[in-house]
């Protein structure tokens, strides 16, 4: 038995609340409207060391090469920012890694949505999960299927919910009905690309993900170039200013997910003597394990040096001779900080 092409996108939106998503959006599985924008990104160098964007560059031009035949695409929203946020007293982390990691909260439900669509539509039909670590541009096909615009930061925006959420997509053979895409809201507003304190932005929707911290704290390996390291501030891993600073975001509802509560914050003291038992333990199924221990404790020596705190130079010594270069590279740094 297979339900109408209308009758199968109703049901597959009202499944994909069940499975508790914010908000679901369906759009065409078309090529990327910006693909020449991601090239001539890619081909700028703002990848940065995200050599795997470049290997998987072509594939994420057309979602036909992750599933061909794929004719629709079902793009889904997940809110992250908590409730209560607890006041960082040494140092902080992005709203989305605070709880446990997003991938293994939306891909088991992206998988059951996905095999949904395979036994309502019936036939031959095909379907095929994908969150961020596949080789789409999912904020593309999310904005093409009306989940919302793509704004100056970079950022999916809608209007009800800002931009605290997270994508995920459902590749489909089976035809659905499409959502009308949204316009572009952020007007002459530039609070984001004022705000970046490392000045990241080269224009309105282009990052330089080299002097982003999201990027350095996360993705770049080794030390972080000293003249960005006071940029950096406070935060250990990822940062969120282009997303505080939005006008979207003043109202933004907060996550009724409870796996994405933030756990207990860790200060950079503490995470710089963090031995590798430790950092296994507490990070287990946790975003922040992106970062590797070597990269939450080079962060952490440079947010104490960032806070200027001279009770924590004891841990800098230890950490100045450590056989970890770029954690002894951050720490000598921190501690001429400290000096008076």
């Known amino acids: 038995m297979t339900l109408t092409t209308r009758a199968l996108t109703v049901a597959v939106r009202d499944r994909a609340r069940a499975l508790g998503f914010d908000r679901v959006a369906v759009g065409p599985a078309a090529p990327a409207a910006h693909g020449a924008a991601f090239e001539r990104w890619l081909d700028a160098g703002y990848?940065?060391?995200?050599?795997?964007?470049?290997?998987?560059?072509?594939?994420?031009?057309?979602?036909?090469?992750?599933?061909?035949?794929?004719?629709?695409?079902?793009?889904?929203?997940?809110?992250?920012?908590?409730?209560?946020?607890?006041?960082?007293?040494q140092g902080k982390i992005a709203r989305y890694a605070g709880g446990r990691d997003y991938h293994d909260v939306i891909r088991p439900r992206l998988n059951t949505l996905a095999r949904f669509i395979e036994d309502a539509a019936g036939g031959e039909t095909r379907s095929r999960a994908a969150v961020d670590t596949s080789a789409v541009l999912e904020r593309d096909l999310a904005a093409a299927a009306g989940l919302g615009w793509i704004g100056k930061n970079t950022?999916?925006?809608?209007?009800?919910?800002?931009?605290?959420?997270?994508?995920?997509?459902?590749?489909?053979?089976?035809?659905?009905?499409?959502?009308?895409?949204?316009?572009?809201?952020?007007?002459?507003?530039?609070?984001?690309?004022?705000?970046?304190?490392?000045?990241?932005?080269?224009?309105?929707?282009?990052?330089?993900?080299?002097?982003?911290?999201?990027?350095?704290?996360i993705e770049h390996r080794g030390s972080i170039a000293a003249e960005l390291r006071p940029g950096i501030g406070d935060w250990l891993f990822g940062c969120d200013v282009c997303q505080e600073v939005c006008p979207w975001n003043r109202k933004a509802p907060s996550a009724r997910e409870p796996a994405l509560s933030p756990d207990e914050p860790l200060t950079a003291a503490t995470?710089?003597?963090?031995?590798?038992?430790?950092?296994?333990?507490?990070?287990?199924?946790?975003?922040?394990?992106?970062?590797?221990?070597?990269?939450?404790?080079?962060?952490?020596?440079?947010?104490?040096?960032?806070?200027?705190?001279?009770?924590?130079?004891?841990?800098?010594?230890?950490?100045?001779?450590?056989a970890d270069p770029a954690v002894a590279d951050a720490a000598t740094w921190a501690l001429e900080k400290l000096q008076p």
């Open 47 to 89: 990848a940065g060391e995200m050599a795997y964007m470049e290997r998987t560059r072509h594939q994420r031009l057309d979602p036909s090469r992750l599933l061909p035949g794929a004719r629709s695409v079902i793009a889904v929203a997940m809110l992250y920012a908590p409730a209560e946020r607890a006041a960082a007293t």
């Open 155 to 217: 950022n999916l925006i809608d209007p009800d919910l800002g931009s605290y959420f997270f994508i995920g997509i459902v590749l489909t053979t089976a035809e659905l009905e499409a959502d009308a895409a949204q316009a572009d809201r952020c007007g002459t507003c530039r609070a984001c690309l004022d705000a970046c304190p490392t000045q990241a932005f080269v224009g309105p929707f282009t990052l330089d993900a080299r002097r982003c911290i999201s990027y350095l704290t």
């Open 271 to 322: 995470l710089l003597g963090l031995d590798e038992d430790a950092f296994r333990a507490r990070f287990r199924g946790s975003a922040l394990s992106r970062a590797k221990r070597s990269g939450l404790r080079r962060n952490a020596a440079i947010v104490l040096g960032n806070l200027g705190d001279g009770s924590t130079r004891a841990d800098l010594l230890s950490a100045a001779d450590d």
